[in-house]
């Protein structure tokens, strides 16, 4: 089993920053993939960014340039540092984790509000 606690999301002007982070515990060591998924009113939860466990990311082609997936081995932390804010990027963001048998684990979420 794995846990993910999201924390750090907020309502921010267009324009702006947040960092997003997830707080892994549990069964880590079997983690390969973390990602950030989002969800707006009205729309399928789609993918942001991920991250492999050497290090190769990956981003959604509305957030490339904007934002950075990163993570902290020695914190068991996974952030999202999102630059440069718009209002379509309002929407509840989402951990997820995938251990070696692609086992799908998510947080509860954390909102995002980006106002114009």
């Known amino acids: 089993q794995v846990q993910l606690v999201e924390s750090g999301g907020g309502l921010v002007q267009a324009g702006g920053s947040l960092r997003l982070s997830c707080a892994v515990s549990g069964s880590i060591l079997r983690v390969n993939v973390m990602g950030w998924y989002r969800q707006a009113p009205g729309k399928q939860r789609e993918l942001v960014a991920v991250i492999m466990r050497g290090g190769v990311t990956n981003y959604a082609d509305s957030v490339k340039g904007r934002a950075t997936i990163s993570r902290d081995y020695a914190k068991n932390t996974v952030y999202l540092q999102m630059n440069s804010l718009k209002p379509e990027d309002t929407a509840v963001y989402y951990c997820?984790?995938?251990?070696?048998?692609?086992?799908?684990?998510w947080g509860q979420g954390t909102q995002v509000s980006v106002s114009s």
């Open positions: 997820n984790a995938r251990n070696t048998i692609n086992v799908a684990y």
